[in-house]
């Protein structure tokens, strides 16, 4: 049980060093005088760094996966899109609203987001990540919106990807400004409520 709680602190530690210095910043002694560990016992949990950093992406990834509406919805699937029918401005800002404060606010997920972009442009895998779940995860998912919104007469027909465009990127750029500064978190959601009133008023039906 030790060595379990042991590496769960690694992890963590190494999370928060990643987070603010970067990966490629940060030493394998730095993480083991931060969890207060001598290196050779750090390696008798992980083989290196890198396997570090792997242990953590893929852990965050399974995690985010589950809680984020990017990876769960289908548009297509008409169990899932029952509810959804009747859609107003408010819901889905209600929606997205959510989501924000979920990858905001949740501890692990707000570092690795913030890892990510210190990486994107030294770490391949990194990199790929980033673009994955910062572009085209998130513009999946607003294609199948609008195209949702689409059929069921609450928009007007459209280019859908140029909509899901048009709608997500204001919204992403609010998200990475609750990053940088979380006490702006309010003046973001009071933009993103008029923006979503707006984009419905001009692509009404």
């Not at 984020?68 to 859609?87: H, L, Q, R």
């Not at 990540?129 to 919106?145: F, M, V």
């Not at 007007?156 to 978190?185: G, H, K, T, V, Y």
Request: some cysteine; charged content about 30%; overall charge negative.
């Amino acid at each position: 049980m030790e060595k379990v709680n042991t590496k769960d602190q690694i992890l963590d530690v190494a999370l928060d060093l990643f987070s603010i210095r970067g990966y490629e910043a940060t030493s394998i002694s730095q993480i083991a005088d931060a969890v207060g560990l001598r290196k050779a016992s750090l390696y008798s949990h992980f083989a290196s760094k890198q396997d570090i950093l792997d242990t953590l992406v893929d852990e965050l990834t399974k995690e985010f996966d589950q809680h984020s509406i990017f990876m769960k919805v289908d548009w297509d699937d008409p169990v899932f899109t029952e509810d959804k029918k009747g859609m107003t401005a408010e819901a889905v800002g209600a929606m997205v609203k959510g989501q924000i404060r979920y990858i905001v606010h949740d501890p692990k997920i707000s570092k690795v987001r913030k890892l990510f972009t210190i990486e994107q442009f030294q770490n391949e895998k990194l990199k790929s990540l980033q673009s994955k779940h910062s572009y085209e995860d998130i513009l999946k998912y607003n294609i199948g919106l609008m195209s949702f919104l689409i059929r069921e007469g609450i928009l007007r027909d459209d280019d859908s990807e140029i909509m899901a465009a048009q709608f997500a990127w204001p919204i992403s750029m609010w998200m990475n400004l609750c990053d940088r500064e979380p006490e702006r978190e309010s003046e973001a959601m009071e933009l993103l409520d008029r923006h979503v009133r707006q984009f419905f008023r001009v692509y009404e039906k």
